[in-house]
């Protein structure tokens, strides 16, 4: 194994894509108030109470998105989080990355993207993922992380 380190199973990886480092000023009204940055902070106390550490990622850039899940492939993670914006509806290329994860995968979108226009009602993620957790703006984060460590426990 040489001087690799080998990474905790308590991670949790927060995979977020496009705009949403424009949290909190793009669009208040379907995506709420707070920014990334705030979200991040509730998230980050959270996973103190449940033992677990975060690792945050976001990009605009989907090749950059795909590059983080595939060194999150060689970890030993417990689970992934990841909001991946539009991507959600036009990647194939972030679907096939997933493929290759074995942890929990939970799909968050702040808005409920069944009531929005009718592009975005379909995830190309959906049948590949864990779960998703949609509509409950950055409640939605949290209660992805307490699902992924009630996966853990199982």
């Not at 199973?9 to 995506?31: A, D, F, Q, T």
């Not at 996973?47 to 990622?57: D, N, V």
């Not at 993620?125 to 779960?131: H, S």
Request: glycine share 10%; charged share 20%.
């Amino acid at each position: 194994m040489g001087s690799e380190k080998k990474i905790e199973k308590s991670r949790v990886h927060v995979i977020n894509g496009p705009n949403l480092n424009m949290l909190g000023k793009r669009e208040p009204e379907v995506y709420g108030s707070l920014s990334l940055d705030e979200i991040n902070q509730g998230l980050e106390i959270e996973a103190l109470g449940l033992g677990i550490e975060l690792a945050f990622f976001q990009s605009n850039h989907e090749g950059m998105i795909i590059d983080r899940i595939h060194k999150i492939f060689k970890e030993n993670s417990l689970g992934l989080i990841i909001n991946p914006g539009a991507f959600t509806h036009t990647s194939v290329a972030l679907r096939d990355a997933l493929l290759i994860l074995f942890c929990p995968i939970v799909e968050v979108h702040l808005s409920n993207i069944h009531k929005r226009e009718p592009f975005r009602h379909k995830s190309l993620l959906a049948d590949i993922v864990t779960g998703q957790v949609i509509g409950f703006g950055h409640y939605g984060y949290k209660m992805a992380l307490t699902a992924i460590h009630q996966l853990s426990k199982a």
